[in-house]
């Protein structure tokens, strides 16, 4: 049976307290699995304010309706208000996603600082960052993590190279190349190791290789609009021909005012015969695989601004 991984990060205070919840009552309805990513420290989700200057931004608001989704007072985060420490505040919710029986791993420390700046910063800032991570989830749950999942699909080699240093076995930190209507450039493209300062790594990538909801909202694909009456089934052509996919979900979207558009895809993922999974269970499917070896890259996808780790050709 075709699978397809289910992998959730909670971005923000509101979605951790109020999506994260939404998607495991969900999710137990329609028996599918899934990893909760968590992001662990402060909340400064009103720092994106800057991403303004960034091309592309503009549009992606005007498409996604960011204020809806995420709210005015998130958005103020860091700015008009103090930034909640999410960890702290919000650990009762996150030990309920583990006792629900859901996979819960990394996302991030603070998702802002994270991905506005990783990709150029040197190997003692990413250690005592991805350090921070560490010891929350620890204090969290009471055991070292499994997986990760990076803010923003963004990193650097030493991030990279921290994972094997925290022996996490499977991480998706990456994408795989998409074309403009969000089929895969490479029908192959999946699993795989990273090469980086002149050794392999020991973490397996297992790359997103499906298009986000927000990143398919509000455009035109095969001269159609899409919205929230034909984004599913959009979606859904995608994975009619069947084979192992990973998709990404946001607890502050798909667990909030895109709850509807989410069940019509777990409707249609099981019409389709695929079944719903954890990335730990992917992995146990793949981690005895002869996997490519591929160089860390970069690059754009359709639907959403600036670079990001993209699964080398």
């Not at 599918?32 to 662990?40: E, I, Q, V």
């Not at 009471?142 to 240093?165: I, K």
Request: hydrophobic content about 40%.
């Amino acid at each position: 049976m075709p699978q397809i991984t289910l992998k959730i990060d909670a971005d923000t205070y509101r979605g951790t307290r109020e999506g994260v919840p939404n998607l495991v009552q969900q999710l137990l309805r329609h028996d599918a699995n899934a990893t909760f990513l968590f992001s662990l420290g402060p909340d400064h989700t009103g720092w994106a304010l800057k991403q303004v200057f960034r091309p592309g931004f503009f549009s992606k608001v005007s498409r996604t309706s960011v204020v809806e989704h995420y709210g005015i007072k998130t958005l103020m985060y860091g700015t008009l208000l103090p930034a909640p420490d999410i960890g702290k505040t919000c650990a009762k919710y996150m030990r309920a996603v583990r006792d629900a029986g859901f996979e819960c791993g990394i996302h991030t420390w603070d998702h802002r600082v994270w991905q506005d700046h990783v990709r150029t910063r040197d190997a003692a800032w990413t250690r005592e960052t991805m350090q921070r991570s560490y010891a929350r989830f620890h204090d969290i749950f009471g055991h070292a993590p499994l997986t990760h999942g990076a803010a923003g699909w963004q990193m650097n080699d030493h991030a990279f190279a921290q994972l094997d240093e925290f022996g996490i076995a499977y991480s998706s930190d990456g994408r795989a190349v998409l074309n403009e209507d969000g089929s895969l450039q490479d029908f192959a493209a999946g699993p795989h190791r990273l090469a980086a300062g002149g050794k392999t790594l020991s973490c397996v990538q297992l790359p997103t290789t499906l298009p986000t909801l927000d990143e398919l909202l509000g455009r035109t694909i095969h001269g159609v609009v899409m919205d929230a009456s034909n984004v599913a089934a959009m979606l859904l052509r995608l994975t009619e021909q069947r084979r192992d996919h990973v998709f990404t979900l946001h607890a502050e979207l798909e667990g909030q005012k895109l709850a509807p558009i989410f069940e019509q895809l777990l409707l249609g993922w099981r019409a389709q015969g695929y079944d719903l999974i954890s990335m730990g269970e992917y992995y146990q499917t793949v981690k005895d695989d002869v996997l490519p070896i591929l160089p860390i890259a970069w690059g754009e996808l359709p639907g959403r601004s600036g670079d990001m780790i993209l699964q080398a050709a």
